[in-house]
């Protein structure tokens, strides 16, 4: 069943983005060191400082590399590590996810970084947008400890071209109580009403909410506070 209100998770890299983005109205953030390759694992410096800041729910991205392959043995050794030091800090919401070469999810790695976090929520990320298996990689991690969320634009560089996807994907997921479908990925303020009208209601935006649209510049808690109007 669909939470009773719509979601809206605003990117942030700092206390700074993560003060504007709460101001402006977002339910939820997501933590990530820089946006250069779609986001990398905060510090753990950082982390506090927005923990510090803000109460909203924050999601921390556990990632360390280019691309949705955990790095074999040692990269899954630095997953683990950097895990445990955002979590002994004391965040416990996350994002993760990864793929083997095959676009199946590389369980063994998802599964050793989870059995750090105790249970803790998270949201597996776009790697399933890097995949034409998607419906394997859901049968994967429906029942992963802890997943509530995936992170997705239905397979397509911008997230109304996957509608169809997402609608469907969504009401499935509802059905067998799976994880939220949370629209992420190209996401513009065109696409929402047709995307609500679907039954989406989860939204993930970053350069959308920024000064100038781009990672250069900080969150705007004006624009944020459009996209809160906009998505509910």
Do not use: C
Request: hydrophobic share 45%; no cysteine; aromatic share 4%.
């Amino acid at each position: 069943m669909s939470d009773p209100t719509p979601l809206l998770e605003v990117i942030a890299v700092d206390a700074e983005d993560a003060r504007a983005a709460v101001a402006g109205g977002a339910d939820r953030l997501e933590l990530v060191s820089e946006m250069r390759h779609a986001g990398f694992a905060p510090s753990v410096e950082t982390f506090e400082a927005v923990r510090g800041a803000v109460s909203v729910p924050l999601r921390v991205m556990i990632r360390r590399r280019e691309g949705f392959s955990a790095g074999g043995v040692q990269g899954v050794a630095e997953l683990v590590h950097t895990a445990e030091a955002l979590r002994r800090a004391g965040a416990d919401e996350f994002v993760l996810g990864w793929l083997d070469p095959d676009g199946t999810v590389d369980i063994e790695a998802v599964r050793a970084v989870l059995d750090t976090l105790g249970g803790a929520k998270w949201t597996f990320h776009k790697a399933i947008d890097a995949t034409n298996l998607r419906d394997s990689v859901y049968d994967a991690i429906r029942k992963l400890p802890g997943l509530d969320t995936v992170l997705t634009s239905g397979g397509h560089p911008a997230a109304a071209d996957g509608a169809e996807v997402l609608a469907a994907e969504s009401e499935r997921e509802r059905r067998l109580g799976g994880p939220r479908v949370l629209v992420g990925g190209g996401l513009t303020r065109e696409a929402v009403p047709g995307l609500r009208a679907a039954g989406l209601d989860a939204f993930h935006v970053g350069t959308a909410v920024r000064v100038d649209g781009t990672w250069n510049s900080a969150v705007d808690p004006d624009k944020v506070a459009d996209w809160r109007k906009l998505v509910g």
